[in-house]
């Protein structure tokens, strides 16, 4: 079974300082992980993906992620934080080696200070 | 901006009432899915369809119902609304190419009294 963890609940940051985000995961074979965004009273919105190749992904707002596959990790990070990148934010990964669908971590949420 | 909508954004109804929640997309995806939204953040898959006449019940059991008669709508009904039914509902979509990510609506929170 697949699954993904994000053991902060809350990332606390001043702007203009780098921020990471964690996200492990546990998958059976190679796994294809997202990261999405949520803002208040929206939907998620997707930052960006590993699938394969390059382990620095790069994706939306300046953000970029490291897949690390000896620590099965997938952090999150952005070199010079926003206020605006205040938000929730998801880790997800599904194993394509199997039929199953994409599994969600529980969110973190990242708060960026003035 | 996205292209799967929502209605309604909110929705205030009382216990024991017949509701729909209402999702489309313009994108032609193949794949969508209903998630619940607890107040902490999580995400619950509840019903998702791969296709016109293809429904499949989630990962979080549900009381909720839904139907997949056009490729384009996914709408998500609860025939007897109750308080636990309060949460946020998120509809989702993709393409049939397996790494394609997500495209969500802006979702409905529903609260039942």
């Known amino acids: 079974a697949q699954s993904v963890a994000q053991p902060e609940d809350q990332v606390n940051v001043a702007e203009g300082n780098p921020l990471t985000v964690k996200c492990t995961y546990s998958?059976?074979?190679?796994?294809?992980l997202f990261w999405y965004v949520q803002y208040p009273n929206r939907g998620l919105q997707f930052l960006l993906k590993y699938i394969t190749g390059d382990n620095l992904v790069k994706g939306s707002y300046g953000f970029e992620a490291e897949f690390n596959k000896s620590q099965t990790s997938f952090h999150l990070k952005k070199p010079s934080a926003l206020v605006s990148d205040s938000a929730l934010y998801f880790c997800a990964v599904r194993d394509p080696g199997t039929a199953s669908k994409l599994t969600f971590g529980t969110g973190t949420r990242l708060q960026v200070t003035l | 901006e996205a292209d799967i909508y929502q209605t309604p954004r909110y929705l205030v109804i009382g216990t024991g009432k017949k509701i729909t929640l209402e999702c489309s997309q313009t994108m032609g995806h193949d794949k969508m899915y209903w998630y619940q939204q607890d107040p902490g953040m999580e995400l619950h898959l509840i019903h998702y369809s791969y296709g016109v006449n293809s429904t499949e019940k989630g990962d979080l059991s549900s009381e909720s119902t839904v139907s997949r008669i056009r490729t384009e709508h996914f709408p998500l009904t609860l025939e007897s609304a109750r308080p636990s039914h309060t949460s946020q509902y998120l509809c989702?979509?993709?393409?049939?190419?397996?790494?394609?990510?997500?495209?969500f609506g802006n979702g409905t929170r529903l609260t039942v009294t």
């Open positions: 989702a979509s993709t393409t049939a190419i397996y790494n394609s990510p997500l495209h």
């Open positions: 998958v059976s074979g190679n796994p294809y």
